[in-house]
């Protein structure tokens, strides 16, 4: 049974400058013996997989570490043998730096790749991609106008169960899909993983309960992941309607807790998506319906139903999965063709779905968002 890589077991696996006025950086047109890479921002609490990962690989160098908060510059910097950037411009004009891992607070994005794409640097950037869709579009316009090469973090693309649905619906084997429903629930709240840690610094994640710096609260930090992937699958939506609330208040009124959304697709189908942080189980993560088939993950098994199969069957043969998004984004700077990125504008259109989301539930209204 393929293992699911949802937050909780990709937490535990995978262990503001001012730009200068560079010209933007070609892509490579050989492949470099090492990839040199630096951190921009290193507050998100993926950050420590992301350095475990990177270590890992003898084709990486970290040059630099740089992080609004000095102390939590300092601690990835040694962890990863590196020097502390005390200002984004040395990064910026370091023309061995071919890439950046942005994993600053998301109200800090606008800036850092727009000075990123600027001095041409390879951008991998932690979802969301932005705080709003307007800046979020503006983001991605600027990364496509430079040629960079760009990906973020959402890693339920390469779960082999979705990989395998994606395949099936292409292939028309559920016949026309008619409904899906997501769901990315635990419980953060209720364990307090976002409590203040003054007196340790790099691994203080109160932020991402700040909207004011993440953007949004829990629907929108796991949401994100599952509405990548009913777009991935389903494509573009036209209009949302949600319930997105505050439960237990441990972060604030303002940061929300759960939330449920309805989806109206480009193409017809009707979509729910779930998530939040204050579930004990999230048992099932995702369902799709056709005419011709059916299909639901429970419990980190995919179960398959079609036409030519009365009762739901698991499915045992499964595609191989890819890298995660972070060696994807190192192999493609390599120069390995075939990386399956995400691009920028699929990760602004998250934002601008989620944006929409958000304005549906202030005010009790569907929303158009296509």
């Avoid at 600027?142 to 760009?150: K, P, Q, S, T, W």
Wanted: glycine share 10%; charged share 20%.
């Amino acid at each position: 049974m393929t293992k699911t890589l949802n937050r909780r077991t990709f937490l535990k696996t995978a262990a503001a400058g001012t730009a200068v006025a560079i010209a933007p950086r070609p892509l490579l047109a050989a492949a470099p013996d090492k990839v040199t890479l630096a951190f921009v921002g290193c507050a998100h609490i993926h950050t420590p997989g992301f350095v475990s990962l990177l270590k890992g690989r003898p084709d990486v160098a970290v040059k630099y570490a740089w992080d609004p908060d000095r102390r939590r510059a300092e601690h990835w910097a040694r962890q990863l043998g590196c020097a502390v950037a005390g200002e984004t411009n040395a990064i910026w004009s370091d023309r061995e730096v071919t890439g950046v891992v942005i994993c600053s607070e998301t109200a800090r994005h606008a800036e850092l790749v727009a000075a990123a794409a600027k001095a041409g640097k390879h951008l991998f950037v932690e979802k969301p991609l932005g705080i709003t869709a307007k800046e979020s579009l503006a983001m991605a316009r600027a990364i496509e106008a430079a040629g960079l090469l760009f990906t973020t973090g959402y890693f339920m693309r390469t779960d082999p169960k979705h990989l395998f649905l994606k395949d099936q619906i292409a292939r028309g084997a559920l016949g026309r899909i008619t409904r899906a429903c997501a769901w990315n629930c635990h419980s953060g709240s209720l364990g307090g993983w976002f409590d203040s840690k003054p007196n340790d610094v790099p691994n203080d994640w109160r932020w991402m309960a700040d909207p004011k710096l993440a953007g949004v609260g829990a629907f929108g930090d796991l949401g994100t992941h599952s509405l990548d992937i009913l777009m991935w699958l389903l494509g573009g939506v036209d209009a949302v309607a949600a319930d997105i609330r505050t439960i237990t208040g441990r972060y604030g009124p303002d940061c929300d807790e759960t939330g449920l959304a309805q989806i109206k697709f480009k193409s017809g189908v009707m979509g729910s998506l779930a998530a939040g942080w204050v579930d004990v189980a999230n048992p099932v993560t995702l369902e799709i319906s056709g005419t011709e088939g059916h299909a639901v993950i429970f419990r980190d098994q995919l179960y398959l139903q079609t036409t030519d199969r009365k009762d739901p069957q698991p499915v045992t043969s499964l595609p191989a999965a890819p890298q995660l998004p972070l060696h994807q984004f190192v192999d493609a700077i390599r120069g390995k063709p075939g990386q399956p990125l995400v691009t920028p504008t699929e990760a602004a259109a998250r934002v601008v779905v989620m944006e929409g989301m958000y304005r549906s539930s202030k005010s009790g209204k569907w929303t158009r968002v296509g």
